[in-house]
């Protein structure tokens, strides 16, 4: 298994057509936007030439997405590209980035699990690949600690989770029931209250007391800390070994058919990044903050990045068992019927990455393309 050490999830799922596109673990909101900044890298007029002039990738401004992020910042994927421009897309949720993949406009992208099942699933397995991972971790569920004090004290609270369906919420879903505890999937009812939340409004409605907690990503989980709740678990504990996937890299199939060279290319430029995050965490972490703080205006405040950082794995393995078993529980659940996913997987080009640079080959648990 290949994976960087720890820096700064998800549990994979497959709605059926009665249920919408889900928003990745990470999202907030729904828009994209296109990144003008300049490439860091020196492109030298002899460039290797590869097959496609350019290469068009999305990822989301959040840490988990920190290989896009640093990999753009300092030029590392451009360098491998060569001749072949970057045209990078920041979104803020996985409906719309599967939108632009199946539309023609992205090519490559950062993505969560849930909506590169849902997706792959809903076109019976034409229209996208996972070709990566990208990281590990990064949820937690953070109380207000005046009201909870132990995981018993859940029973009768108001917790939030992202969106129904969603990998936190089939997560946190999954762990009631592991408790004997019962809530209907579909209104959050029952012994615990599940809130759906957005993201970027947990935080507020955690101040103003309207929940009492929530099973929320990096950097919301940090956020709520800041904000006076307390980390009463961190989703990793349950897990064997203590990882799980939270971010993949996807492909348009078209792209991968057309143009293996370019996607070989990228997926060296992010092991290359991984590598480089796990010798100078620092500066990645200032690297990541700062192309934060071009996306949004401004960084994130030390006290929510510096402890959300150490909490993400950063990895090359899609963790692809663990993705397996996030979308049984959804089943388990009743919010999807059982899925096809073979097929969802292509991890050729990364093994052949990974073994140019000396490191491990990656599974596919028996989901790769045939």
Not at 15 to 33: E, F, M, R, V, W
Not at 157 to 180: H, R, S
């Amino acid at each position: 298994m290949s994976a960087a050490r720890p820096l700064t999830t998800l549990r994979a799922i497959a709605l059926t057509a009665a249920l919408p596109l889900l928003l990745t673990a990470c999202g907030y909101g729904s828009d994209a936007k296109k990144d003008d900044a300049p490439a860091k890298a020196n492109v030298a007029a002899d460039a290797k030439k590869l097959s496609a002039s350019e290469v068009r990738i999305g990822y989301f401004p959040n840490l988990t997405h920190a290989t896009a992020l640093v990999g753009l910042q300092e030029g590392l994927i451009a360098k491998e590209l060569g001749a072949t421009t970057i045209k990078p897309q920041s979104f803020n949720a996985g409906p719309s980035e599967i939108e632009a993949l199946n539309g023609g406009s992205l090519d490559i992208g950062f993505i969560g699990p849930s909506p590169s099942i849902n997706a792959y699933v809903k076109s019976k397995g034409s229209n996208l690949r996972i070709i990566s991972g990208s990281a590990s971790g990064g949820v937690k569920l953070v109380v207000n600690p005046a009201k909870i004090k132990t995981l018993d004290d859940l029973k009768g609270k108001k917790i939030a989770t992202p969106q129904k369906g969603n990998t936190q919420d089939v997560a946190f879903l999954n762990w009631i029931a592991e408790k004997g505890w019962t809530v209907d999937p579909e209104s959050g009812k029952g012994d615990v209250s599940v809130v759906r939340t957005d993201n970027k409004v947990t935080p507020d409605a955690f101040k103003q007391g309207s929940i009492d907690g929530a099973w929320v990503p990096e950097p919301t989980a940090s956020k709520l800390v800041a904000d006076g709740g307390a980390v009463l678990l961190d989703e990793t504990t349950l897990w064997p070994d203590k990882k799980f996937v939270i971010t993949n890299i996807i492909v348009s199939q078209k792209f991968l058919t057309e143009h293996p060279d370019v996607v070989e290319a990228v997926l060296t430029g992010t092991v290359k990044t991984n590598a480089w995050i796990n010798a100078n965490p620092d500066k990645a972490k200032a690297s990541a903050n700062a192309k934060l703080a071009a996306e949004g205006g401004k960084p994130l405040d030390a006290k929510v990045i510096d402890p959300a950082w150490p909490s993400i794995l950063l990895t090359n393995d899609p963790l692809a068992a663990t993705l397996k078993t996030q979308s049984e529980w959804a089943v388990k659940a009743k919010l999807i019927e059982q899925p096809d996913l073979g097929g969802i997987y292509d991890l050729k080009l990364l093994n052949k990455v990974l073994k140019a640079a000396g490191q491990p080959e990656v599974s596919d648990a028996g989901l790769g393309a045939k």
